[in-house]
């Protein structure tokens, strides 16, 4: 069989303030499908509304490439852009293709991070980077699973591309030696120009959105998906306090860690966009700490 280079675009969505859940979405496809996927993806946007591209949190509040649907049709512009975003779901629905979502839960995450020093070695401050990685990691599984000669190359904004997803990246690499031959390259791309971008952050927009119905309803067993998604999507996983306590008791009983074959390179020097990720993950740690010390 011939090897085939599948590619998966990877993009984020949380809530507004990034307090409750931050999820990343990703769709893996053949050339062919993704071809035409854009094209029909493309097609739709422009025509009649010469929409240039879709961002989730755009269509929603009708801002930035929607933001021309109000002076076109007044107080009908979010039901035009609700239609826009429905048929792009339609489009995506009639062609083949594997979803993944991975929601991690912020506050869970934080707690464990600062109430366990391990944490520190294995995670970073912003969860951004497990995320990324665990979806890479399900990714690669999945391609290795069911087209085991094919690699994946995978692509990610490039707003969101930086040393902290690079490292993780690479990071997988050593520590999961079983799926590194489906693990081919990572790149960053400009999502404006990047249609499969653009669709990758309706399902990771998708995702959150489920998260947060299901945050709503008490946490039920499985979080919800609508019905005309089951096809589709291969996995949708939660980091949780449980996740993360497994994850790192798994990682210390492996003997790799303590013969230091594990990867946790020092990070490239930090991005403008990363440096602020950080510090406003380090504000919400404090104030989370200081309340737990008034308890």
């Known amino acids: 069989m011939q090897n085939v280079l599948l590619q998966a675009h990877i993009d984020e969505s949380s809530d507004r303030e990034q307090e409750n859940v931050l999820c990343v979405g990703g769709i893996l496809a053949h050339p062919q499908n993704l071809a035409a996927m854009q094209n029909a993806w493309a097609e739709r946007l422009w025509v ?43 489009i995506l629905l009639s062609y083949s293709w594997i979803g993944f979502g991975i929601g991690v839960l912020i506050p869970d995450y934080l707690e464990i991070w600062n109430s366990f020093p391990a944490a520190r070695r294995f995670y970073q401050e912003d969860p951004a ?60 791309k400009d999502d404006k120009l ?34 005309k998604w089951h096809d589709h999507f291969e996995l949708i996983g939660r980091w949780d306090k449980e996740h993360m306590l497994i994850n790192m008791a798994d990682t210390l009983n492996d003997p790799r860690y303590s013969a230091g074959l594990l990867a946790r390179k020092p990070l490239p020097q930090p991005t403008k966009q990363e440096l602020k990720r950080r510090e406003k993950f380090r504000r919400k740690a404090l104030i989370k700490a200081a309340a737990n010390r008034c308890e």
């Open 129 to 188: 980077e497990a995320a990324y990685a665990g979806l890479f990691f399900e990714i690669a599984r999945a391609a290795r699973k069911n087209a085991p000669d094919h690699q994946v190359a995978y692509i990610i904004d490039d707003s969101t591309h930086s040393g902290m997803i690079s490292a993780a990246f690479d990071g997988l690499k050593i520590n999961h030696p079983e799926v590194v031959r489906g693990m081919a390259t990572l790149a960053p």
């Open 48 to 90: 009649p509304d010469e929409i240039a591209y879709f961002r989730a949190t755009d269509c929603r509040r009708v801002n930035g490439a929607f933001f021309k649907l109000r002076n076109k049709y007044g107080s009908g512009a979010q039901a035009v852009a609700d239609k826009i975003r429905g048929d792009l779901e339609r």
């Open 194 to 227: 990047t249609p499969p971008l653009q669709m990758a952050d309706l399902l990771a927009s998708l995702v959150k959105d489920n998260f947060i119905q299901w945050l709503a309803s008490g946490k039920p067993e499985h979080v919800p998906l609508e019905e």
